[in-house]
């Protein structure tokens, strides 16, 4: 079985644009988390979406939005770029909803903001 | 209350050595904590997990334990091999709340 993919692998943007990221889980997960990784930090918690609804959400500005589709695949939008947006932006799926389904990554987007 | 705290920042083992990671929360709400392994250009992989109403759990050569009034948890690896040398991440996470909350992660060296 696929596990999480993410695309794309790593993108290139300027200041002030935007950008979307994009998430499949593993198949029959219904449950998305988006994490953004800073170089030499811990993945820090940015959305959960179950069942195309939002569920969680961290300490991140209105510029980060996210969204999930019917077939559990999600989008996660940054809006007006700012240099320390860059980042390793990684995916999690799990089976359900809650912080206790053990969370599945997919290898990350990497994002650089010049 | 939110944090997870883990030490060290880096660990150099010798090869058949024992690996020792340790982490401290301060919410006692948080009732999961798992350890992640990630390797360079790779997204964190599930390694083992523990629940507080347990002590320890061992998963062949990795163990967690955990004291809960303490509020502290280990990662130890056993036999520690070249092919372990990664960053590894503690996390915590509870119920009412629905994210992971991770450690700062440990770079872990074996040297053969």
């Known amino acids: 079985d696929a596990g999480v993919t993410q695309s794309p692998t790593h993108l290139i943007k300027t200041r002030g644009q935007h950008v979307t990221l994009r998430c499949s889980p593993i198949s029959g997960h219904k449950s998305v988390s988006w994490y953004q990784q800073v170089l030499g930090q811990g993945p820090q918690f940015i959305f959960q979406y179950y069942e195309k609804e939002e569920r969680g959400r961290g300490n991140f500005p209105d510029r980060f939005s996210a969204r999930q589709f019917p077939n559990y695949s999600s989008e996660l939008n940054v809006n007006a770029l700012l240099l320390g947006d860059s980042a390793l932006y990684l995916c999690?799926?799990?089976?359900?909803?809650?912080?206790?389904?053990?969370?599945?990554f997919g290898d990350g987007t990497r994002l650089s903001i010049l | 209350q939110q944090q997870v705290k883990q030490s060290p920042q880096s660990l150099i083992v010798q090869k058949g050595g024992i690996s020792i990671i340790n982490c401290a929360y301060e919410?006692?709400?948080?009732?999961?904590f798992p350890w992640y392994q990630q390797f360079p250009g790779k997204g964190p992989a599930l390694l083992i997990a523990i629940r507080p109403d347990v002590s320890e759990k061992k998963e062949g050569r990795f163990t967690i334990s955990f004291n809960k009034s303490a509020k502290q948890f280990s990662l130890h690896i056993m036999d520690s091999q070249p092919g372990d040398s990664a960053t590894y991440f503690c996390a915590a996470s509870g119920p009412g709340g629905f994210k992971t909350i991770f450690g700062a992660g440990t770079r872990l060296f074996v040297k053969a």
């Open positions: 919410n006692t709400a948080f009732d999961y």
């Open positions: 999690a799926s799990s089976l359900y909803r809650g912080p206790n389904q053990p969370q599945h």
